[in-house]
């Protein structure tokens, strides 16, 4: 099993660009996670999911969706990327009743110049 | 919302010393609180958890208190290594739900050999 997938790990955006951070797992996760990580900031949750169809907002959603069109992907897209986007974003899983761990990718770093 | 609170920020330790971490939450109905470990770039880990239901548990060297009168919890690491060296959060969340996961802001954890 690879787990959870990010694509890219890295990526430079000008102000104004839009993208999208691809997330992908193959545990068969009902429950998907978008952190923002800044130093000294911790995870901050973006958007999450509890099922194909089904997103609702984290703490920091402003300038960034999602969508859940299959139990594996949850992309992230940032529309007008702003300098404050400039983070680590993770993409994390976990099964729906299970343990309550999380399984987090290994991270996307973006800055936006 | 809930709001989870971790100190101290960093921390150096001797090799084979003691480190603790603490943590407070503000929702008085969280009760699940697990512990991440983050290695330099690399997404976070699970290293333990523990539930409401409990005061203490723990994981050889690893353990975690809680004290829910008083809203907080603690991480304690025994007889240090340098593999030990990383970040540390805390989280919190209402276990029924299993939807949001809040962390800390995080402790980088500095073992000197």
């Known amino acids: 099993n690879a787990g959870v997938t990010q694509t890219p790990k890295f990526r430079i955006l000008k102000i104004g660009q839009s993208m999208t951070l691809q997330c992908t797992q193959d545990?068969?996760?009902?429950?998907m996670y978008w952190y923002r990580q800044d130093p000294g900031m911790g995870l901050k949750l973006i958007y999450y999911?509890?099922?194909?169809?089904?997103?609702d907002k984290g703490e920091v959603p402003n300038g960034y969706n999602v969508s859940r069109s299959t139990t594996e992907d949850f992309p992230l897209r940032l529309e007008l990327a702003a300098p404050s986007q400039t983070s680590v974003y993770f993409c994390?899983?976990?099964?729906?009743?299970?343990?309550?761990?999380?399984?987090f990718g290994e991270g996307s770093r973006l800055t936006v110049l | 919302g809930e709001n989870v609170e971790q100190h101290p920020s960093t921390l150096s330790v001797q090799e084979g010393d003691s480190a603790v971490i603490k943590c407070t939450y503000s929702?008085?109905?969280?009760?699940?609180f697990p512990w991440y470990k983050q290695e330099l770039g690399k997404g976070p880990q699970l290293i333990i958890d523990?539930?409401?239901?409990?005061g203490e548990k723990k994981d050889q060297r690893i353990a975690v208190t809680l004290n829910k009168t008083a809203k907080h919890f603690s991480l304690h690491i025994t007889e240090t290594q340098p593999e030990d060296s990383a970040v540390y959060f805390c989280?919190?969340?209402?276990?029924?739900?299993?939807?949001?996961?809040?962390f800390g802001p995080g402790t980088s954890l500095s073992v000197i050999p």
């Open positions: 994390a899983s976990r099964f729906t009743g299970g343990t309550g761990e999380l399984f």
């Open positions: 545990m068969n996760h009902n429950y």
């Open positions: 999911s509890v099922g194909a169809g089904i997103t």
């Open positions: 929702d008085s109905a969280s009760n699940y």
């Open positions: 523990i539930r409401s239901n409990v």
């Open positions: 989280a919190a969340s209402r276990r029924a739900s299993y939807d949001k996961v809040i």
